[in-house]
């Protein structure tokens, strides 16, 4: 087996479990949340290493996001951070869609990936003041977006 074969094998591996890992959130949150950082961030290597085209890659990246979002939003329908995480669920989703339509990843530095670092912190402490979380979360995702998406850094 040719090493392209294995990795388009491991592949479609990382990008079912990707569909199938959000329903854990209801019984296991803070594994799935886990789990659905670790395969996000190296399922664009495997594409890399598959061959595929880089907005090919892209688009089925942000849609796999969108739908592990859909699910963190769902999760939190009754809590009392439900409002706020639908603000940055929008927010996060304008930009996914303006940045697949314009294949422009540089979109994503003005519409950084905040709800899940909030949703991780609202996880680990969840008495911890929503303006507080906000602004933690902001800030790490201004980094992590500028990490991925503008140095040279090679985080996979």
């Known amino acids: 087996m040719s ?8 592949l479609i591996l990382v990008e079912v479990s990707r569909i199938g890992l959000p329903f854990l959130i ?8 886990i789990c659905s950082l670790l395969l996000d961030n190296v399922d ?3 594409f890399y290493e598959a061959g595929a085209k880089w907005s090919y890659y892209n688009t089925i990246d942000k849609l796999l996001d969108y739908w592990w979002y859909v699910f963190i939003v769902l999760y939190l329908w009754n809590a009392p951070i439900f409002g706020m995480a639908l603000v940055l669920f929008l927010y996060r989703s304008i930009g996914q869609f303006i940045g697949i339509f314009r294949k422009d990843e ?3 530095r003005w519409f ?3 709800l899940e670092w909030f949703f991780l912190l609202y996880l680990l402490f969840p008495h911890l ?3 507080i979380s906000l602004v933690i979360s902001l800030l790490w995702s201004i980094f992590v977006e500028w990490l991925i998406h503008k ?3 090679h985080i996979v």
């Open 26 to 33: 209801f019984t296991h949150p803070l594994l799935a949340l």
């Open 112 to 114: 950084p990936n905040i």
């Open 106 to 108: 540089k979109i994503y």
């Open 151 to 153: 140095s040279n850094a």
């Open 3 to 10: 090493k392209n074969r294995r990795f388009k094998i491991i």
């Open 129 to 131: 003041n929503v303006g």
């Open 44 to 46: 664009g290597q495997l």
